[in-house]
C-alpha cells in the first residue's frame, strides 16, 4: 500500500517558476519578485515524465476537494485535490499519524473543502496514476457544508449549473470550457501579434450601429429621474441633448467602424472585446453580451482576408489540441465522441469555397428530399439550419460561402461588377454554422455614399467613418468572429450559455 512509503523529514522543498517559460528574459527579474507559495497541480501531472522527476521532494498544493474517504479503519484517509490549473487532480495521502489535525480535515466535509496540504511527492502504486502527494501539513482554509453545497459529488445538469454560475466553475465541465476559452484568447493574441498586428481598444459606448440593425442597448443617466421630469421633444421622445452624453448613445454591437480608422493608419490592427445585442432571442447561438474578434487588413482584398480568416480557425485549433489535450478528451468521452477526428479535419483539409449562389443551388436541390423549416431561395439569409448542412452532409468540412446578395449584407461592403452581389465571406462550420463573417470594405467615397443614400441611412451619424475615404482611402478588408461560437466549436459544447462565465440573454442578468 502506498501509507507505506518512507518519508523523509528533510525532504528538499521546491518551488516553480512564475511566469511563462516563452517570457523574454527581459521580464524574468520582475517575474521573480513574485513567487507561489504553492505548486500548481498542472506542474506536477502534466510534466512529460507526469511528476517522476519530483519524487521525493517536498512541496505545497492548495485547492478543492473532490472527494474524502477514509481507509483503514479510519487510520487514512485519501483527498483528491483539484487546483483547476489541469483537469487532472492531485491525490493525497493522509495519515492520522503524521498529520496533527487529521480529525479537524474530515470534520471540514467532504466534497468543495479548500485545502493548503504540504507533503512528499512519492511513486503511486495505484493503477492509472504516476504520483501522489504524502501529507505532512494541512490547513483547512475553508470548510463545505456537503448539506447545503449545490455541488455536491453527482453529475449535474447544465441547465442546473447556469442556476448556479457563481459555482459552476467547480464543475469538471465549466472548468475545462474555462481552460479552453483562455487558450483560445491566447492564441488569438499570439496569432496576430505575431504576424505584425496591433491591438486597438474600441468604444463599448457608441454613437454608430455597425450592423444598421437597430437591435441596440442604450445608455442613459437620466432613468433615476421621476418619469415626468424626463426631458422630452417636442415630439414626445427622451430629450437626449439632456442626457450626459448630450445625444443618444449605445452600447456597441461592434468595433468594425471604429477599428478600421486605425487600419487606416497602422495597416493592420484587430480589436477584441465585448460587444451587445438586444435581441430578445433564447436561441443556443445567441446572447445579449459576447465578445468579438475583429481583424482589419489595409492593402488587402477579399482573397487575402478569407486566408487570415482560415489561418486564424486553424491555428486557434491547433494551439487548443496542443495545450488542452486533457480537457478535449473529456469533452470526447462526455460531449461529443468524434471531437477529436473533428478537429483532425480541419487542420488537414483546405477550407472549401462556395459562392452563394452555387449554394442555393444545392440547397434547392437538396430541399426535394430534406425538409427545411425556410426553403432556399436566391436572396435569402441562410440559417443555420441550411449552413450546417453544407458543412455537415454536403462537404463535411468549414466552408467560405462568398459573392452574397447586396441586400442582405451591410452598408460598407464592397459591390461586385455584377451590381446584384457584394464581395462579403462567411467562414461556415460543423456544428455551429456562422462562424465569422467578413468583407471587403468600399473605398470609394462616391459609391459608399450612394449606398448610404439608397439604404436610407442616416449620413450625419457616418461623417467621420466617411473621412476614411475622403483623406487617403485604402483597399481594405476584414472579418468579425464571435469568440463564444469559436469556444463551441473546439469544445463541442452545444449551448452558448455554457461556454461565457456569466451568460446574459433576455430576462436573465444576475450577478
Known amino acids: 500500500m502506498s501509507t507505506e512509503v518512507e518519508i523523509s523529514e528533510n525532504a528538499e522543498e521546491i518551488t516553480f517558476p512564475t511566469a511563462h517559460p516563452e517570457v523574454s528574459t527581459l521580464l524574468e527579474k520582475p517575474a521573480d519578485v513574485w513567487q507561489r507559495r504553492r505548486v500548481l497541480i498542472r506542474d506536477i501531472l502534466c510534466a512529460e515524465d507526469h511528476g517522476l522527476a519530483y519524487v521525493g521532494k517536498s512541496i505545497t498544493i492548495g485547492g478543492w476537494t473532490r472527494t474524502i474517504r477514509k481507509q483503514g479503519g479510519g487510520k487514512f484517509a485519501f483527498v483528491v485535490l483539484n487546483d483547476g490549473s489541469c483537469f487532472e487532480s492531485m491525490q493525497c495521502v493522509l495519515d492520522s499519524e503524521r498529520v496533527p489535525n487529521y480529525e479537524e480535515v474530515l470534520k471540514a466535509g467532504n466534497v468543495g473543502v479548500c485545502l493548503q496540504i504540504k507533503g512528499v511527492l512519492v511513486k503511486s502504486p495505484a493503477k492509472g496514476q504516476f504520483v501522489e502527494l504524502h501529507a505532512t501539513e494541512v490547513v483547512v482554509l475553508g470548510s463545505c457544508d456537503a448539506k447545503t453545497f449545490p455541488l455536491a459529488k453527482k453529475r449535474h445538469t447544465l441547465e442546473h449549473l447556469r442556476d448556479i454560475a457563481h459555482l459552476r466553475s467547480r464543475s469538471n465541465t465549466i472548468a475545462a470550457v474555462a481552460r479552453v476559452r483562455n487558450s483560445c484568447a491566447f492564441a488569438t493574441h499570439l496569432f496576430f501579434q505575431q504576424r505584425g498586428f496591433k491591438y486597438i481598444h474600441t468604444p463599448i459606448i457608441t454613437g454608430a450601429d455597425c450592423e444598421g440593425a437597430g437591435e441596440m442597448f442604450t445608455v442613459t443617466t437620466m432613468l433615476d429621474e421621476n418619469i415626468k ?283
Open 229 to 511: 421630469d424626463i426631458p422630452q421633444t417636442k415630439e414626445g421622445k427622451i430629450d437626449y441633448s439632456k442626457d450626459f452624453f448630450g445625444k443618444h448613445v449605445k452600447m456597441t454591437v461592434s468595433g468594425q467602424l471604429n477599428v478600421e480608422t486605425y487600419c487606416c493608419a497602422l495597416c493592420d490592427v484587430y480589436t477584441f472585446g465585448p460587444t451587445f445585442r438586444a435581441e430578445n432571442s433564447h436561441s443556443v447561438r445567441h446572447l445579449a453580451e459576447f465578445w468579438m474578434i475583429e481583424p482589419e487588413m489595409a492593402f488587402c482584398d477579399l482573397k487575402m482576408d478569407m486566408a487570415v480568416a482560415e489561418d486564424y480557425v486553424k491555428f486557434c485549433t491547433a494551439y487548443v489540441m496542443e495545450h488542452n489535450k486533457d480537457d478535449l478528451e473529456f469533452f470526447e468521452k462526455q460531449i461529443e465522441p468524434g471531437l477529436h477526428d473533428r478537429l483532425r479535419n480541419v487542420l488537414e483539409h483546405p477550407f472549401v469555397h462556395l459562392p452563394y449562389t452555387k449554394a442555393i443551388e444545392i440547397l434547392q436541390e437538396a430541399a426535394k428530399t430534406v425538409k427545411f423549416e425556410v426553403q432556399p431561395y436566391w436572396g435569402l439569409d441562410l440559417g443555420s439550419e441550411h449552413e450546417r448542412y453544407l458543412t455537415e452532409q454536403v462537404y463535411k468540412c468549414p466552408v467560405i460561402m462568398t459573392d452574397y446578395p447586396k441586400e442582405i449584407k451591410a452598408f460598407y461592403m464592397k459591390v461586385n461588377e455584377d451590381g446584384k452581389t457584394v464581395r462579403a465571406m462567411d467562414v461556415l462550420v460543423p456544428k455551429i454554422g456562422e462562424l465569422i463573417g467578413g468583407s471587403q470594405r468600399e473605398e470609394n467615397l462616391d459609391v459608399l455614399e450612394k449606398r448610404i443614400e439608397e439604404l436610407g441611412m442616416a449620413k450625419e451619424g457616418l461623417e467621420w467613418y466617411l473621412d476614411l475615404r475622403r483623406y487617403g482611402s485604402v483597399p481594405h478588408s476584414g472579418f468579425g468572429l464571435g469568440f463564444e461560437r469559436l469556444v463551441m466549436f473546439v469544445t463541442g459544447m452545444e449551448n452558448i450559455r455554457d461556454v461565457i462565465p456569466f451568460p446574459r440573454w433576455p430576462k436573465n442578468a444576475d450577478y
